[in-house]
C-alpha cells in the first residue's frame, strides 16, 4: 500500500509535467476578465491542482477542519479576513470545497457583489450549495465549470494514444492520481481507498444518510447496472430498497456529481412508442468497477459495457467543453432498435454506436442506418471500434479507431 506523503508526491509530480486540462485556458480567460469562477467536479478529479495554478492573495482550505470550524461558527469571518489584506484593488481568494461550509456563499456574494474580492470556488458537491443557501450566484460574474476525470485526449497528449491498453483504461478508469500511477496494485490500491473514503463515508455525511446497509446496497447496484436502461422497480427489488428511496439515491449520485443522467429520444417521425426510462453513467470506470464489485478479469460482455460507458463519458465532457447547445441522449425502440449514444444539436443528430470489437460487419449498423433514415444526420453516423484504423462502412457511416473518436466527433459535429 502506498503511504499517503508518496501518493501526494507521486501524483503532484507528474500532473504538472505530464497533463495539461482542457479547462486550464478557458477558466485563465474569465479569471483574467474579473470574473469569479465555481468549478465544480467529484473529489481527486484535480480542482485543487488546477486552481493552484492560479495566484490568490487569501486561501481557505475548507478540508482542514480546525479551519472549517471557525467558519462554520463565523461566516463573516470572510469578510473581515479580506478588508484586513487592505488592498486598493479586489482581493484574489480561493475557497477550497465550498460545500463543507455552504453559510459562507453568502458573503461571497455580498464581498462579489462590492466588488471586494474576486473568487476562485472549488466544490465536490451542488447538494448542500442547494440545500443550504439561498444565494444567487450572480450570473454574469460567477462562471460555472465542471472537471471530470482525464479526458482520453488530456492524458493521452503525453504518450502514443495506440500503445495505451484499453483494457486497463475500462479497468481502472481516468481519475488523474491512478491515471499516472504506474503499478497495478497501487491503481487498485487507490481506486479502494476512494470508495471507502469518499463514496461511503463523505455522501453519507454530506447527504445525511442514515440507512447505510441499504445505501451500500443500493450503490452496488447502481454500479452493476451503469451504462444500462435504469429500472427502479428492478433495482428496488434486487435490493430491497423502496421505489421513491431508489429515485432518491440516485439524485443523491446526481448532486455528488458521481452519475449523470442521460435522457432517452423520445419522438420519431415513424414510431409510436420508444424508451423513456433514463440510463446513468458513473464519472469514472474504475470507480463504477470497484462499487459494483467486479474483479479482473472482466468477463468480454462486461468489458463491452464499459467500452460503452467509456465512450458516453467521453462524448459528455466533450459537450461540456465544447458547446452548451450540445446534448447527449440515446434511442431505442424497445421492439426493434436502438443506438447508444446520439448527439444533438438543434433539429441535428450525430448517431453513435459502440462495438468492443476490431471488425465490423453490416449487421453492426443497421441501427444507425435505421435512425439516420428517420432523423436529420447531416453528417452521417459513427460506429466506436477497438480496432486501430478508420473505415467507411458506408457512403453515411464511418468506424472510428476507439482513440480517434474525440477528434473525429469534433470535426463533424463542433
Sequence with gaps: MMTEALTYFHFSLNIESMIKRTLTTVIDRAWKRGKSILLLGPRQTG????ARQFEFDLTVQLLSSSLRRQYEMNPDLIIREVAALRLKKPARVLIDEVQK????????QLLIDERKAQFFITGSSARKLKQQSEVNLLPGRVISFRLDTLTFDEFSNSMEPKNIELDSLLYFGQLPEVVLTTIKNDKAELLRSYVETYLEEEIRKESGLRRLPEFYRFLESAASQAG??????GISQDTGVSHVTVKAYYEILESTLIADRIDPIVTSPTRPKLIRS????FFDLGV???CAKEAQPLPRTTLGKYFECWAGME???MIRHKSDSCSLCFWQDPGAAEVDWVLKKGHSFLPIEVKLSERIKTS???HLKKFIEEYSCPKGGIVVFSGNRKQMI???????????????VSEMFF
Design 394 to 408: 458506408s457512403d453515411q457511416i464511418t468506424a472510428v479507431p476507439w482513440f480517434e473518436l474525440t477528434n473525429v
Design 288 to 290: 463504477q468497477r470497484v
Design 315 to 317: 462524448l459528455l465532457k
Design 278 to 281: 433514463p440510463r446513468y453513467l
Design 101 to 108: 461550509v455552504p453559510g459562507l456563499m453568502d458573503s461571497i
Design 228 to 233: 444500462n436502461i435504469v429500472s427502479y422497480t
Design 47 to 50: 480542482k485543487t491542482t488546477l
Design 364 to 366: 453492426d449498423v443497421r
